[in-house]
């Protein structure tokens, strides 16, 4: 809400620029600590990258199937918003008001960051423009959050010991950042139009708000009573499949040629149901 009170007070803030901090300061430094505490348990970390793919892969499937009978454009915008979700800007923020560990939330969403970098913008040009731009997937693999998981990842068995002086206390604190900085973009760059509050009247938008909100939860409902995965990997992963679109899809598809309109509209009222029903299952105790 602040962010939005910002945007409309025109103080000079620009998302843009809040962006630029959160990737390439923030964002990297909250992904690189994470990724150094992450213990090397082979039965936790692989499930649930495992979990993460097998609910990418249903989400794709689902949503496919749901969109049949649109055009190629438009089950496209279907397709990619429903597969490719908000994995960090506005869940981090969440999980750990919630639970103060932010660990299961990396580990979920560095295969979503990864594919929707890579494959997503493949299908998004596939389906849009009908080319892949070899620059935009250049930078997609270079992107300064991943960067930062990985050197993280690979430093951990390396210098261990680095986590416990003050230097790697600051980057902490630096990281920690990007998750109140994150809820500040969220407000400068949602969507507020007479449009985007109406997106029952739009068939795109509608598909992507019912899965977002009620398919893609029962799909992770699945895979957690199927896994069982560890400590609040199991209330991590539910919070995260209620998130709608992410706000880089409206950018995607721009880019490529998909439904602009839809996407903004789809990502409107999902983030505030997704928060809604997120806090009303916090409050009744069910994550």
């Given at each position: 809400m602040l962010g939005i009170v910002l945007r409309w007070a025109r103080v000079g803030i620009k998302a843009r620029h809040l962006e630029f901090l959160i990737i390439y300061f923030a964002a990297p430094a909250l992904l690189f600590t994470e990724a150094m505490k992450i213990e090397l348990n082979p039965l936790s970390f692989g499930g649930l990258i495992e979990?993460?793919?097998?609910?990418?892969?249903?989400?794709?499937?689902?949503?496919?199937?749901?969109?049949?009978?649109?055009s190629s454009r438009e089950r496209g915008t279907v397709v990619f918003n429903s597969t490719f979700f908000n994995s960090m800007f506005l869940p981090f923020p969440l999980i750990y008001a919630f639970y103060g560990d932010l660990s299961a939330a990396v580990l979920f969403s560095v295969p979503v960051a990864i594919l929707h970098n890579t494959i997503g913008i493949f299908l998004a040009s596939y389906w849009g423009h009908g080319k892949v731009g070899r620059n935009m997937?250049?930078?997609a693999i270079t992107y300064p959050p991943l960067v930062g998981f990985f050197v993280g990842f690979l430093a951990a068995p390396i210098v261990p010991e680095f986590v416990s002086t003050k230097a790697f206390d600051a980057l902490r604190y630096i990281g920690i950042s990007s998750v109140y900085l994150s809820l500040l973009f969220v407000g400068l760059v949602i969507p507020i139009s007479r449009d985007s509050l109406f997106i029952l009247r739009n068939q795109v938008s509608r598909l992507i708000t019912v899965f977002r909100t009620v398919v893609s939860p029962m799909v992770a409902l699945i895979l957690i009573?199927?896994?069982?995965?560890?400590?609040?990997?199991?209330?991590?992963?539910?919070?995260?499949?209620?998130?709608?679109?992410?706000?880089?899809?409206?950018?995607?598809?721009?880019?490529?040629?998909?439904?602009?309109?839809?996407?903004?509209?789809?990502?409107?009222?999902?983030?505030?149901?997704?928060?809604?029903?997120?806090?009303?299952?916090?409050?009744?105790?069910?994550?």
């Open positions: 979990i993460s793919l097998a609910y990418m892969g249903l989400c794709f499937s689902a949503s496919y199937l749901l969109s049949r009978g649109l997937l250049v930078r009573l199927l896994a069982n995965p560890w400590g609040v990997a199991k209330e991590t992963v539910l919070i995260m499949s209620l998130m709608p679109p992410a706000f880089t899809n409206m950018i995607i598809a721009s880019r490529f040629g998909l439904n602009v309109k839809a996407t903004s509209q789809s990502i409107f009222l999902p983030t505030f149901l997704s928060i809604g029903i997120v806090f009303a299952l916090k409050f009744f105790a069910l994550i």
